[in-house]
C-alpha cells in the first residue's frame, strides 16, 4: 500500500480558482496558490464582448478519454474494479494523468431525495447504497494508482433533473456527497480523490417538462451543504439557439441564460455538456458567447461529454472534442482549451 499523503486539496472556496483548476491536467498545489490568483486575475480582465471571430490559438491534441457510467446496480465489487480500471489508466501515462468521471445514478426518488434513487435500469437503491458504491469506486482508483501518489480523480456522483428536482432533494444530493468526502477523508482518499455532485440538467420537453426554476432550488439545496462542493452539469441544452446569442428561447420555458447560469453562473456549476451531435457544440457555444456578452462570464469547460459507445451513430470522444473546441474558439468572447474528455458507458 503506498503512502498516504494530505498535500492535495482538490476543493477551492473560491469559484474563479476551482475553474482554474479544469485548465490543468496536474494537481493544484499549495505553492501555486499565488500563480493561481493571478491566472484568474487575467481571465477576468482577457474576456472580450468581440463578435468578431478568431481563432486564438491552434488546436491542441484531444485529450485522454475519461469513461463515465450509466450506474444500473449496487455492486461494490464491480464499482471497486471499474476505479481500480480509471487508476491504472491514470498511472500507466508517462507522466501520469488527472481524469475526471461521472457515475450517473438515475432519478432521485421521492421529492425530498429521501428514497435513494431509481437507477436506469429499474431498481431502487437507498442514499446509504449510493454512498457504499461510490466509496468502492474511490477504494479502487486509490489502490490501483499503486506508486503514483500524484494523479486526481474528480468524481462527480450525479443524477438527472426528470424529477423531484426541488431544495430538499438539492440537500440530500449534497449530503450524499459530504457523506462520501467524509469517508474518504477516514481513509486518506482525498490526497488522490475530490469528490462533486453532477446532474443531468435538461427540459425534458415534451415528456416531462422541468422548469428552470425547480432545478435552480435544487442548486441552491445542493449549495446550502457545508464544504462548498461544486456538481457537474453534464446535460444538453434542448432547442437553444445554434447561431444566435440573445438570451433566445429553448425547449419549455428555457432560455439561454438559464443553462448558462445552471452550467456555470451558480457558484457551485461546472459545465460538462452533451455533445452527442455537431449542433449541439453550436448551440453550448452560442450559450457561452450569451454569458460573455450579457452576463461578463464565458463558460470554461471541463470537457464534452459523448455517448458513442453506447450508440455508434453518434460522435466520437475525439470529435466531440473537437467539435466543441473548434466552435467556442472561433469568437474570441469564448475561447477555452478543455483539458478533459468524457464517454458515458455501461457499467
Not at 508517462?94 to 468521471?101: A, G, K, N, Q, Y
Request: proline share 4%; with cysteine; glycine share 8%.
Amino acid at each position: 500500500m503506498k503512502q498516504r499523503s494530505y498535500l492535495k486539496s482538490a476543493y477551492a472556496s473560491i469559484t474563479c480558482i476551482a475553474r482554474v483548476l479544469f485548465n490543468k491536467r496536474v494537481g493544484i498545489s499549495s505553492l501555486r496558490a499565488v500563480a493561481i490568483m493571478s491566472i484568474c486575475a487575467l481571465l477576468g480582465a482577457g474576456i472580450t464582448l468581440s463578435g468578431a471571430p478568431s481563432k486564438a490559438f491552434a488546436a491542441p491534441a484531444t485529450p485522454p478519454t475519461d469513461w463515465s457510467y450509466y450506474i444500473t446496480s449496487a455492486s461494490t465489487s464491480t464499482a471497486f474494479n471499474l476505479g481500480c480500471n480509471q487508476g491504472h489508466f491514470d498511472a500507466g501515462h508517462s507522466p501520469v494523468i488527472d481524469s475526471e468521471v461521472i457515475l450517473d445514478f438515475g432519478e432521485q426518488y421521492y421529492s425530498d431525495g429521501s428514497g435513494g434513487v431509481l437507477l436506469l435500469s429499474g431498481i431502487q437503491i437507498s442514499n446509504a447504497q449510493i454512498q457504499a458504491v461510490t466509496e468502492a469506486f474511490s477504494d479502487g482508483y486509490w489502490d490501483c494508482t499503486g506508486t503514483d501518489s500524484t494523479s486526481v480523480l474528480y468524481l462527480g456522483i450525479g443524477i438527472n433533473n426528470y424529477g423531484n428536482s426541488t431544495y430538499a432533494s438539492g440537500v440530500t444530493w449534497g449530503n450524499n456527497v459530504a457523506a462520501i468526502q467524509n469517508s474518504n477523508k477516514s481513509k486518506g482518499y482525498t490526497a488522490q480523490v475530490a469528490m462533486y455532485g453532477a446532474n443531468d440538467i435538461e427540459s425534458w420537453c415534451p415528456s416531462n417538462c422541468v422548469s428552470p426554476s425547480a432545478v435552480m432550488s435544487w442548486v441552491n439545496g445542493f449549495s446550502s451543504v457545508p464544504g462548498s462542493f461544486k456538481y457537474f452539469d453534464f446535460g444538453s441544452a434542448d432547442g437553444c439557439p445554434a447561431y444566435s446569442s440573445g438570451n433566445g428561447a429553448c425547449n419549455g420555458a428555457w432560455n439561454q441564460y438559464d443553462y448558462w447560469y445552471l452550467s456555470y453562473g451558480a457558484p457551485a456549476a461546472l459545465a460538462v455538456p452533451e455533445i452527442y451531435y455537431a449542433i449541439q457544440a453550436n448551440q453550448w457555444a452560442m450559450i457561452s458567447l450569451y454569458g460573455s456578452q450579457y452576463q461578463a462570464a464565458r463558460i470554461y469547460f471541463a470537457g464534452p461529454l459523448d455517448e458513442y459507445d453506447l450508440d455508434n451513430t453518434t460522435l466520437t470522444a475525439p470529435q466531440a472534442w473537437s467539435n466543441l473546441w473548434n466552435d467556442i474558439n472561433s469568437n474570441t468572447a469564448t475561447t477555452d482549451n478543455m483539458p478533459f474528455s468524457f464517454e458515458i458507458h455501461n457499467e
